[in-house]
Nanobody, 125 residues
Framework: HVQLVESGGGSVQAGGSLRLSCAASGYTVSSGCIGWFRQAPGSEREGVASIFRDGDSYYAASVEGRFTISQENARNTVYLRMSDLKLEDTAMYYC????????????????????WGQGTQVTVS
C-alpha cells in the first residue's frame, strides 16, 4: 500500500523560502519518478517539478531557478525547496509517484502519476 504524506507548507512573505517534504511508504522514491504538483483555487492542477530514478529533474518554467527537487533515499523522502516565493505560488501542493515506467517526454504530466498525497497548503503574502 503506497502512501505519500506531504508536510512543510505554511504562510510566508513574498521573497521567502519553504521546504516541502513528501514522505513515502510502500514505495521506494529511488524507483520510477516522483513529482510535485500544485493547484490554486479556480485554477487547473499544474506540474511543478519531478525527479526520475536516473536523477534527472524537471521544472515548470514558472519555477525554474527558484525551486529545487531532491530526494533522500535513506529517509525515503522527496523534498521541494522553494525560494524567492511569489504571490502566484500560493496553492495546495501535492506530491505524486509512479513506481513504474516514467516518460521523460512528459515529466510533469499528472496522468502518468499513480499515487497522490493529500497535499500541503502554501500561502504567500
Amino acid at each position: 500500500h503506497v502512501q505519500l504524506v506531504e508536510s512543510g507548507g505554511g504562510s510566508v512573505q513574498a521573497g521567502g523560502s519553504l521546504r516541502l517534504s513528501c514522505a513515502a511508504s510502500g514505495y521506494t522514491v529511488s524507483s520510477g519518478c516522483i513529482g510535485w504538483f500544485r493547484q490554486a483555487p479556480g485554477s487547473e492542477r499544474e506540474g511543478v517539478a519531478s525527479i526520475f530514478r536516473d536523477g534527472d529533474s524537471y521544472y515548470a518554467a514558472s519555477v525554474e531557478g527558484r525551486f529545487t527537487i531532491s530526494q533522500e533515499n535513506a529517509r525515503n523522502t522527496v523534498y521541494l525547496r522553494m525560494s524567492d516565493l511569489k504571490l502566484e505560488d500560493t496553492a495546495m501542493y501535492y506530491c505524486a509517484a509512479n513506481p513504474g515506467v516514467c516518460y521523460s517526454r512528459a515529466p510533469l504530466l499528472a496522468s502518468q502519476y499513480t499515487y497522490w498525497g493529500q497535499g500541503t497548503q502554501v500561502t504567500v503574502s
